[in-house]
């Protein structure tokens, strides 16, 4: 199973950006979906998840400004990004929750500069 992650660019700080990660149909069901973010020279860190049921939970840095959902009918799990900030710069990724290694993909870079 590959977790292909995109939608990631450069972006002003303020600005949006959705992200959108694609899931085959049999795994994507019966798994609690994730977000997460690395940032140079740092760990990889969760930002956002979603059961299948579609309860979320966020991180207190993004509480507020991104919102994570998904399309089960379409195996599509979505994390739309507002009023982005220098700090939310890094590679994002998407996996299940808990992550686990086999299902890491690229990831996509988000970049938040003037």
């Known amino acids: 199973v590959q977790l292909q992650a995109s939608g990631g660019g450069l972006v002003q700080p303020g600005g949006s950006l959705r992200l959108s990660c694609a899931a085959s149909?049999?795994?994507?069901?019966?798994?609690?979906m994730g977000w997460y973010r690395q940032a140079p020279g740092k760990q990889r860190d969760l930002v956002a998840s979603?059961?299948?049921?579609?309860?979320?939970d966020y991180i207190d840095a993004v509480k507020g400004r991104f919102t994570i959902s998904r399309d089960n009918a379409k195996n599509m799990v979505y994390l739309q990004m507002n009023n982005l900030k220098p700090e939310d710069t890094a590679v994002y990724y998407c996996?299940?929750?808990?992550?686990?290694?086999?299902?890491w993909g690229q990831g996509t870079q988000v970049t938040v500069q003037r």
């Open positions: 996996n299940i929750f808990p992550a686990h290694r086999v299902y």
């Open positions: 149909g049999s795994f994507f069901s019966i798994n609690r």
């Open positions: 979603v059961t299948s049921g579609g309860n979320t």
